[in-house]
């Protein structure tokens, strides 16, 4: 019989599980999982104590990751343990009722949008960027190419698709809130005019809560034709903090700089309000605890939810090899950056929609609930 250990806290389960991934005695019983794609990938949705988050299953910190998930069964619970003791129950979703669907002219809705978490529907709506076509501009973490090459999405969703899916994803799954993400398309809007058509395609099918995520564009005037257009909340994310490691890690997105970022967070806090715009931190790429959590200060002073998640190395990319933090690197920024969160007044639960809603790449929700220190 397998031994039973002391849990640990939710919120160190999480981080523990996200910062090394985890072995799948059956992979092929574990439901849906993600590989390649723009954002975060080679990720499965687990729900660990009532939180959905996702966690690592494809990649090679979970190869090696000393946390192992046993067989789920019929319903999806299954149990993860570390040298053989358990640590805690997780749960598995069941495949969307919405992939079962496809187009009038024969696309799987799978490939026009896909849920992830447990009610997020997310989406990359030009699934090519400029970026990613030189290797001497391409971001070093991204797969944005990947799903397309492998045919498991499209080059471009259009606006009637999207709202088709979305409209089904709501009334089959349950979903609450949708993410919209572009490749950068070329043009100084950086994406914020194929996000404003798309936006207009969902709220014509569909009343559902939108974040929408660009490079930030050349003209501030984007950012209230967004928010008229039907986009809720904004993500326009700076992945690397520090200047030096930006250039290193992502040398085209590094040519937009920290502190354009920052007039452009300045610009859409104005438009979408306290709060509502939020910017991704991918720790362990260089940056220092100081300079991420000095950089969030700046965001949480300004009304701007810095959603800071450990940097795990997708396969196929330059930097596959590349090591993730470890849990403590982690907290070290975490619980701190709760702390800002509570003390400005600024909640997960309350943005509308988007990465820091959803949460489930991070376990920043998790310790902005449980004050722990």
């Not at 019989?1 to 002391?6: G, P």
């Not at 045919?151 to 709501?170: F, Y």
């Amino acid at each position: 019989m397998r031994e039973q250990a002391k849990k640990l806290p939710v919120e160190q389960l999480i981080n523990e599980l996200q910062s090394s991934g985890v072995r799948l005695v059956d992979p092929e019983s574990m439901g849906e999982s993600r590989r390649g794609g723009a954002g975060p990938s080679d990720h499965t949705a687990m729900t660990i104590e009532g939180t959905t988050v996702m966690v690592p299953v494809h990649t090679a910190p979970a190869f090696n990751s000393p946390y192992v998930v046993e067989k789920p069964d019929n319903s999806g619970n299954s149990s993860v343990s570390r040298d053989g003791t358990t640590i805690g129950n997780v749960k598995f979703q069941l495949r969307p009722r919405f992939y079962e669907r496809s187009t009038a002219d024969g696309i799987p809705y799978s490939k026009i949008a896909t849920l992830h978490s447990r009610d997020v529907l997310a989406t990359t709506i030009l699934q090519t960027c400029i970026r990613y076509q030189s290797r001497t501009k391409t971001c070093q973490f991204c797969a944005i190419g990947q799903s397309l090459a492998a045919g498991r999405t499209i080059e471009r969703k259009t606006p009637e698709q999207l709202g088709e899916v979305a409209k089904a994803a709501v009334e089959l799954d349950g979903v609450t809130h949708m993410v919209m993400t572009t490749g950068t398309p070329p043009g100084r809007d950086r994406g914020a005019k194929i996000l404003c058509e798309s936006a207009i395609g969902v709220k014509s099918a569909v009343d559902l809560p939108i974040q929408g995520q660009c490079e930030p564009p050349d003209d501030d005037a984007w950012f209230q034709r967004m928010r008229d257009a039907g986009i809720d909340a904004l993500g326009m994310h700076l992945e690397a903090v520090s200047e030096d490691v930006r250039a290193r890690v992502m040398p085209g997105k590094a040519q937009v700089s920290v502190e354009r970022y920052f007039e452009a967070f300045g610009a859409a806090v104005d438009v979408f309000g306290r709060g509502q715009v939020s910017t991704y931190v991918l720790a362990g790429l260089g940056d220092t605890q100081k300079q991420i959590l000095t950089v969030c200060r700046r965001l949480v002073d300004i009304g701007v939810y810095p959603f800071v998640v450990p940097f795990i190395p997708i396969s196929g990319t330059p930097l596959e090899s590349h090591p993730s933090p470890n849990s403590e690197f982690m907290h070290g920024i975490l619980a701190p950056l709760a702390q800002m969160l509570r003390d400005a007044g600024i909640r997960a639960s309350d943005v509308k929609a988007g990465c820091a809603k959803c949460g489930a790449c991070s376990a920043l929700s998790t310790y902005e609930l449980n004050d722990r220190g």
